[in-house]
């Protein structure tokens, strides 16, 4: 049996690209599992960076963080792959919200994703990992330093896709008691703009992209591809979406 795997990353909305592409070939490749790689909404309202975090949550803006991201991102998914199982990786940025609320205790019960999120996604704790077998695994990202792909797979011994970085690097190495076996760390890009306005043009390493993998759940092997989008628009399974 093939199972077919969709991985999105950083849409940091409301700081995203375009993302109708994505889910018109989310809803054609019709994937078992969407993995949602962490940082999917900025969530400003609870920045790290505003030093009063009390002033910057006050009027319910977490509630409209949430909002934004049902209409961008959970609305359309469901619609583009409704049988599909949904798995969400908590980033750095998701954090944020454990960390305001450990500030502010009146957030506590109110804007935690459990308490937000459907009950139907799956959500993987921070720095954590969402295993499909031995062999292949997604993150979020555990590093942002230059060669970051190799630091990743040799942390985490077997193929890992991830985000966080928002680039797309990829590094290989080779069991040195198995030559059959390998592992792959590979960043797959990012889908939020790549000069958002925080940035203030300076420049950067972002690539636009995202991943699909098949996998055969009798022998475990796997193909996965990556996608980069250009000026809005991808190849993907044959196909130009725009």
Known sequence: MIKKILALFDTHIPFNIELDPVFEFAHDFKPDIVVLGGDMHDWTAVCQWIADQSRALDGGTVEENY??????????????VPRAKLIYIVGNHEDWLRKASEINPNGRGYWELENNLPKNIQIVPQNQAYHINEHLCYLHGLYTTKYHAFQTVHAVHKTVLYGHTHDVQRYTDISPVDVGQFFTGASCGCLCT???SYMKNKPNRWVNGFNYCYVDTQTKAFSETQVYIINGRFRANGRLYK
């Open 194 to 196: 790549l000069n958002p």
């Open 67 to 80: 909002d934004e991201l049902r209409k961008f991102l959970l609305n359309p998914l469901s619609w583009a």
